[in-house]
């Protein structure tokens, strides 16, 4: 696979980034994720937009346009035949004198193999473990994730797929996906501490049901009739078990499933030849 390092398109074995750069020293940069479906980038846009902001947001130099950045993208998808696989954008923080100040950013764009979680899970559901934890800084996507990596072996031992975010009664998304609940015919999802999914996005705009975004309360949550997370790796996962409690019926309910097949067939209208 070839990727685009700092300025060039490169064999992605051989890009390289300075030690010293304030990615690898501070743990400091921005990312972003997206899928290419029939060759042809799902939502761009959506992303670009976050990607850019985040880089305003973190103060890193964005040493590229929005427009050069779509021409990467297109190179970078026909480069690597990408007909259905996933695209990570990195922007590290760079070098700086005082090995604080974010520099000039790296750019860098991967093309990666994308594997959907097994059909057991959309059809059985997940289990989230609660965890009381708040993301700093939620709505920026920065490649800080070292908590949610250090909390990973205590969901694993518990088989759990993933963490339930929680503080002061509330709850607010998954390591890497935003949370949804359904009660009474009606779709709720967090508004704090989040970060604004694409997926999320697209999702709530194919609801055809009251859609509430608000703070939601782990109490509600653990009395819902139906729960999901939602993800550009995952699409739509239900969350049939939370803790030790079952949600609903203990199986994938029929709204989440819905939103599900309802997202897949947008999908292939977008990207239709
Ligand atoms: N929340 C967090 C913390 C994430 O890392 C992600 C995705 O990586 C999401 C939510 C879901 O966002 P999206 O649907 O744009 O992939």
Redesign the pocket.
């Known amino acids: 696979p070839y990727c685009f390092a700092d300025g060039q398109f490169v064999p992605t074995q051989d890009a390289t980034l300075h030690a010293s750069d304030l990615g690898l020293i501070r743990g400091y940069g921005i990312f972003?994720?997206f899928r290419t479906v029939n060759y042809q980038p799902l939502f761009l846009e959506d992303?670009l937009d976050?990607f850019i902001r985040s880089a305003e947001k973190t103060f890193i130099p964005l040493p590229y346009s929005r427009s050069e950045l779509k021409e990467i993208v297109s190179e970078l998808i026909q480069k690597n035949d990408l007909k259905a696989g996933g695209i990570r954008m990195v922007l590290s923080g760079g070098m700086s004198e005082n090995h604080f100040s974010p520099g000039k950013g790296k750019l860098f764009l991967f093309a990666e193999e994308l594997i959907f979680p097994a059909k057991e899970k959309y059809e059985q559901g997940i289990k989230l473990l609660t965890l009381e934890h708040v993301?700093p800084i939620?709505s920026i996507?920065t490649t800080n994730?070292a908590l949610?990596v250090w909390h990973s072996h205590i969901w694993k031992e518990q088989g759990a797929e993933d963490v339930l975010y929680h503080q002061n009664g509330y709850v607010s998304?998954?390591?890497?996906?935003?949370f949804f609940i359904v009660k009474n015919n009606e779709i709720i999802t967090p508004s704090e501490h989040?970060?604004?999914?694409?997926?999320?996005k697209n999702i709530l705009k194919l609801a055809d049901i009251p859609v509430h975004i608000r703070p939601l309360t782990l109490k509600e949550t653990l009395e819902a009739d139906e729960a999901f997370i939602?993800?550009?790796?995952k699409i739509l996962l239900p969350v049939t078990q939370i803790d030790e409690q079952p949600i609903g019926t203990g199986k994938p309910g029929p709204i989440s499933l819905d939103l599900l097949k309802r997202f897949k067939n947008l999908e292939s209208e977008l990207t239709k030849a």
């Open positions: 972003d994720f992303y976050r993301r939620a996507k994730y949610a998304e998954s390591s890497r996906s935003n989040i970060l604004l999914g694409i997926t999320r939602t993800s550009t790796t």
